[in-house]
């Protein structure tokens, strides 16, 4: 469907970036899917999604080290040590995978949602890196903002292929592919062009009408109205996407609109029922914003365009309920062991709903914000608050102004005290 | 530093939306939508323009109407520098 672009992704021997930027929905991740298929056969590509605790460029480098060994395993270098320093990685740690990239040969590294890393060291380091990789490696990135990266002198020197949202926009032909061919709505070629007109060739935008129109019995009256309105695609279309679906599934997707990545149990444990593995294995097959994350049809996670309609329809349905949400999960987080996850839920049920309507529950006198109890929780086991930081990617600054805050409201004055206390207290 | 935003982005949006943005006001006016509401700091600003940039809003204008008068009342000194 997308043969231009992924032409357009065979780049030239000597391309050492290639940059994808464009908003969200634009359809980057899916096209970079099908490249990597294309390609594999010729060379290895390894892949990592960035996400916000990537930060930390030696983070950062040890995720990107595994991808890169994970698709490559002949690859002659070793894991980054969890305790490198930032000088030391930079200085001898980075040289030895480009000599190593350089012994392999032919292979690429695709960097998906690298909005997610801020600009300072971790993007620095990158920088570095494509300044000194050997031309037979190629980096791919997928972006919704600048880069951030020395694109002038990449482009100056020919070693640079960039597509932007001009490019990735859909063209009547492509948009025909995805509802007629995939969809199977058999749409009018003028319908069509109507529906590219209206959401100006954004592919969220067309894939959402088009879900929204198999389950239209009027298509030619859904497309007049959809065309003539002034309203925006996402406003216009949440209601007609989610309407047609059972209260079941409904309530499952917007529920589950608040979780990074989910699983039935997961689900089960955050709706308080059961079945959503099924309904969500049905949902991934029917619907393209439901991401699956592995082979084994176990975790999936929404199209994050799509989880944002979602969580604004939550709390327009069912105001001051997504803390509530956040705590279920959080506590199957902390059941299962999965730290940072648990955190991030911690976060969204710490904050309250507009009007206050939503109680906290109750904690005696203690009154531990939920990432305090996380890292109450954490302080129990044997690692420093250092190390803590490290598991729950925070600073160790704010791990420990976390604990001074928890010592405080528990009244205590070390780190054993505050475990007995808590423990009293039934908090952990 | 907290001070009135006004933030027009492309197309019309229901009000549903206003909570991911803390309640401002939102207008619809002629095929944009105008955000009119107080903002604590940069980093909430750049929040919101990373929030619709998460749900494919085009962003079209963005300026500062000034502080609000319950923040300068609440400010500490007087005659601040900014109008």
């Known amino acids: ?428 | 530093m907290g001070a009135t935003y006004r933030i027009v982005v492309r197309g019309e949006i229901d009000d549903r939306f206003a909570f991911l943005f803390n309640g401002m006001r939102m207008e619809r006016v002629e095929g944009t939508t105008v955000l009119t509401g107080s903002v604590v700091d940069q980093a909430q600003l750049h929040g919101y323009i990373e929030r619709l940039a998460e749900l494919g809003l085009d962003l079209l204008g963005i300026e500062q109407l000034g502080e609000p008068v319950g923040f300068a009342a609440r400010a500490p000194t007087q005659g601040k520098g900014k109008e």
């Open chain 1, 1 to 428: 469907m997308r043969g231009r672009l992924v032409e357009r992704l065979q780049a030239p021997a000597g391309t050492k970036l290639t940059v994808l930027a464009a908003p969200a929905g634009y359809g980057k991740t899916t096209l970079l899917g099908a490249w990597r298929e294309r390609q594999v056969p010729q060379r290895p590509i390894a892949w990592l999604t960035v996400d916000e605790g990537d930060n930390d460029p030696v983070v950062l480098w040890s995720y990107v080290t595994a991808a890169l060994v994970e698709a490559c395993p002949a690859l002659d270098v070793t894991a980054v040590p969890g305790n490198v320093d930032e000088a030391t990685l930079m200085d001898a740690f980075l040289p030895r995978l480009i000599n190593a990239i350089a012994a392999f040969g032919p292979a690429a590294l695709v960097l998906d949602d690298f909005h997610e890393l801020a600009s300072g060291p971790a993007r620095d380091s990158l920088a570095w890196f494509i300044d000194r990789v050997p031309s037979t490696f190629q980096l791919v990135i997928a972006t919704r903002s600048e880069p951030g990266l020395p694109l002038g002198a990449l482009r100056a020197h020919g070693e640079l292929v960039e597509l932007r949202a001009a490019e990735l926009g859909f063209d009547a032909t492509e948009a025909e592919a995805l509802l007629n061919d995939l969809l199977g709505l058999g749409l009018e070629r003028t319908q069509v062009e109507a529906l590219v007109e209206r959401t100006e060739g954004w592919p969220a935008g067309i894939y959402l009408a088009g879900l929204s129109l198999q389950r239209t019995p009027d298509r030619s009256e859904f497309v007049s109205r959809f065309s003539g309105g002034n309203r925006h695609v996402v406003d216009f279309l949440v209601d007609e996407v989610l309407n047609p679906h059972d209260p079941d599934v409904q309530t499952l997707m917007l529920h589950s609109s608040v979780l990074g990545r989910m699983c039935g149990p997961l689900c089960d444990a955050v709706l308080e029922k059961e079945g959503s593995e099924e309904r969500l294995h049905e949902l991934a097959r029917t619907n393209l914003f439901v991401v699956p994350l592995d082979d084994r049809g176990e975790w999936y996670r929404f199209h994050q365009l799509f989880a944002q309609l979602l969580r604004v329809e939550l709390e327009h349905r069912e105001p001051g309920l997504a803390p509530t949400l956040h705590r279920r999960a959080l506590a199957w987080h902390l059941r299962h062991g999965t730290l940072e996850e648990a955190l991030e839920h911690a976060v969204g049920a710490d904050s309250l709903g507009e009007d206050g309507a939503n109680e906290p529950p109750d904690r005696g006198q203690a009154d531990l914000s939920e990432r305090e109890l996380v890292v109450l929780r954490m302080l129990t086991g044997p690692l420093s608050e250092r190390d803590i930081g490290r598991e729950l990617y925070l600073s160790h600054n704010t791990v420990h102004s976390h604990s001074r805050s928890i010592y405080r409201k528990l009244g205590v004055s070390s780190r054993s005290e505050a475990i007995r206390r808590g423990r009293s207290a039934g908090l952990i």
